[in-house]
């Protein structure tokens, strides 16, 4: 990376602009495009999208992940297609259906190479997030069912009609809105998805070190094309001392900083360092 970034208070939808797909002219990249980021934590408690609540824990299955629509780059109002290709709603607003994107990949998983996505992924995921046993975030979907109309359409209803705002923010890449593989959870298990997640985003679970790190690889086969990025690595560093050594050697390009004034003029005096508070 040519230049690092402090962020005040992490927020995981930031970091997609970093992980967009296609080649930049060769002469912008490092040889090696590996980004490290040190977050305030000293582990992660959780990878299973649907319970994870913490900013670390957010950020990182932000990008193993998708939703049915996302936020746009830049954009954290408005709606656009991700899994779904298109979506319409019924006359008296309780019927949503949408359609979903063909040929998109689960990540590989131990005795499977990756399948591709249909709706039955998408009702149980669903289904799953509005499960108190099984996500943090299932008051959002208590008013919800989900059915698989046929492998490539899903059609959700709602008790009472609500604006495509709020709806919407319910199938989004963010909290209950994540879709899992369920063929690697019934094979494998909630405790082993837990810290393995297995999803369709442009990065793929490669290995977690306990209060050290999780390392996440370049998904060759995402929808939206490979990213530019090989690997992305999270640090666990409780000590804002010791993240902000790593990002002044560069051994970190990325870290959550303190919402204390005099320290972020501090960090901005570090050469190449940009200090951004969300």
């Known amino acids: 990376m040519k230049g690092r970034f402090v962020g005040i208070a992490v927020i995981a939808l930031m970091f997609l602009a970093l ?5 930049p002219a060769a002469d912008n990249l490092a040889k090696k495009q590996v980004l490290t980021m040190g977050f305030d934590a000293g582990d992660a408690k959780t990878l299973d999208p649907h319970m994870a609540a913490t900013t670390v824990d957010r950020a ?7 939703g049915l629509v996302r936020y746009p780059l830049g954009n954290q109002v408005g709606f656009e297609p991700d899994l779904a290709e298109s979506w319409k709603v019924s006359e008296d607003g309780k019927s949503w259906t ?12 131990p005795g499977n190479e990756g399948y591709e996505m249909t709706s039955d992924d998408v009702v149980y995921s669903l289904q799953r997030a509005a499960d108190t046993k099984t996500s943090a975030y299932a008051s959002e979907y208590s008013d919800l069912a989900f059915k ?5 359409t899903v059609e959700i209803t709602v008790k009472k009609p609500m604006s495509e705002t709020l709806f919407l923010a319910k199938v989004s890449n963010y909290a209950g809105g994540f879709i899992v593989s369920r063929k690697a959870i019934e094979a494998q298990g909630n405790d082993w998805f837990k810290m393995h997640p297995v999803g369709t985003g442009p990065f793929v679970f490669k290995s977690y070190e306990p209060q050290q790190k999780t390392t996440l690889t370049g998904n060759p086969r995402y929808f ?12 666990y ?6 993240r902000e050594f790593g990002l002044r050697t560069g051994e ?6 303190l919402k204390e004034e005099q320290w972020m003029q501090k960090i901005g005096t570090f050469p190449l360092v940009s200090v951004k508070a969300f």
């Open 19 to 23: 992980f967009a797909t296609g080649a």
């Open 60 to 66: 990182t299955v932000d990008m193993v992940f998708n």
């Open 98 to 109: 949408f359609k979903l994107k063909k040929g998109v990949k689960f990540h590989p998983f």
């Open 148 to 152: 698989a109309v046929d492998p490539a």
């Open 224 to 235: 939206r094309g490979k990213p530019v990025l090989e690997e992305v690595v999270v640090r």
């Open 237 to 242: 560093m409780p000590s804002v001392s010791s």
């Open 252 to 257: 970190l390009d990325i870290i959550e900083g």
